[in-house]
Each structure stands twice: as C-alpha cells, then as structure tokens.
C-alpha cells in the first residue's frame, strides 16, 4: 500500500519560532505538495517539487519554504511562526504529471499561539 | 487563483437516496479528479476524468465533465451513511505540473 506520513498529527507552537513539518513517502514518487486547508477555504497550494531539489510557489507561499533534499522528504518549514499560520496542513505525492491521482498524508494540525 | 468551487457547499440526505454535487474551474484543464474527506484526515482520490472524456463511473460513483461550461458533476447513488465525508474536485493544469482544489462539499447521510 502507498504511504504518505506527516510527521506530526497535531503541533502548538508560539509566534516567532521556527517549524518544520515533514512529509516522508515510500512510493518513489517524483512529485511532492504541500497543502493548508482552512474551513470555508478549501485547499490552498503552498507550495509543490517536482524532483529532488526542485521548488516552485504554489498560490499562497509567503511566509513558507521548503527543502527536498531526498526524493522521498519534503519539509515544510515556517521560518517566524504566525497566528495566521494556524491551519490544517496536507502533504501530498504523486509518481509524474502524467499519471493524475494525488496521495495525502493523514494531516498535521498546526495552532500558533 | 485557480481554485475551483463546489455547489452545494452542505448537503444533507437520507441513505439510499443520490447525492450530486457540482465543481465549477476557471481555466483550461488536462484532467479534473474527485477526493474525499473524513473529518480530520487526509484526502482520498476518488476517480479521474480526463479533459476529453464526457463520463465515467466507478462502482456507485458517476462523474461528467463538460469543458465547454467548465464545469463537472459527481453522483453517488444509493448513498450509505459511510459516505458522509467532504466531497472535492482538483484541477490539473495543461502542463499536469500544479493541483487546484475547490472549496468542498460536506455531504451529510443520514441512516
């Protein structure tokens, strides 16, 4: 079975520190994204890679970055915690363009406080 | 943005009844795929329709895209109460590189 996981289910942080959410999956996928859904918003793209190292900003990146080091890790990383940052955020992979279905993470709900 | 819209926002039936809801997208697509959501966790795909395919089904699943509107369908018939979850419609660009989400529907079954 495909796996994607998302390292922490739930996090509180404070405003001003550093975060890293990871995404770990074992299916050889060349594409990572991550996402952050909030009620009434739906799912927002943030941020996605296409291959180990490669990046590129997704609708809503200011405030995010990431790193893909390794085919299989994708980090999000907020770099000065906000209280706006406060979401449900989803990692998902996915083999090429080609081939469409996108496979997500359980979700790692984020509270800045 | 490209985000999509789903139409109802909230829907509520009674098992064995259908459910259809609607996704609305802006811009010209390479294919157009339905996800579902349990409360809290992630999505799970549901089917996939490519840009010049006009239906599809997959088990009690039935999805329709009309480019022309911009516009699709997803019907669930003989609904069961382990339905109810959040219904989206994701967007793949021409170039299949970014994913567009709409906004939802919850779907609510009641036995």
């Known amino acids: 079975d495909v796996k994607v996981t998302q390292s922490s289910r739930y996090l509180v942080k404070r405003t001003g520190e550093k975060v890293f959410l990871e995404c770990v999956q074992d299916?050889?996928?060349?594409?990572m994204f991550w996402y952050r859904q909030d009620p009434g918003l739906g799912l927002r793209l943030i941020y996605f890679?296409?291959?180990?190292?490669?990046?590129e900003k997704g609708d809503i990146p200011e405030g995010y970055s990431v790193s893909r080091e390794k085919k299989e890790r994708f980090s999000l990383i907020l770099e000065s915690a906000s209280t706006n940052q406060t979401s449900m955020y989803l990692c998902?992979?996915?083999?090429?363009?080609?081939?469409?279905?996108?496979?997500f993470g359980e979700g790692s709900r984020l509270t800045v406080l | 943005s490209q985000q999509g819209e789903e139409d109802p926002q909230a829907l509520s039936i009674q098992e064995g009844e259908n459910a259809t809801m609607n996704c609305s997208y802006k811009?010209?697509?390479?294919?157009l795929q339905w996800y579902r959501q349990n409360s809290g966790r992630g999505l799970v795909h549901l089917i996939l329709?490519?840009?010049?395919?006009r239906e599809k089904h997959s088990g009690r699943l039935r999805v329709t895209l009309d480019t022309s509107k911009k516009s699709s369908s997803l019907l669930i018939t003989a609904s069961r109460a382990a339905d109810t979850a959040s219904y989206f419609c994701?967007?793949?660009?021409?170039?299949?590189?970014?994913?567009?989400f709409g906004t939802g529907t919850s779907l609510t079954v009641i036995p």
């Open positions: 890679s296409y291959d180990v190292k490669m990046k």
């Open positions: 299916m050889d996928h060349e594409n």
């Open positions: 998902a992979s996915r083999r090429t363009p080609n081939t469409g279905e996108l496979f």
């Open positions: 811009t010209s697509i390479n294919n």
């Open positions: 994701a967007t793949a660009s021409n170039t299949g590189n970014q994913f567009y």
């Open positions: 329709i490519r840009s010049n395919e």
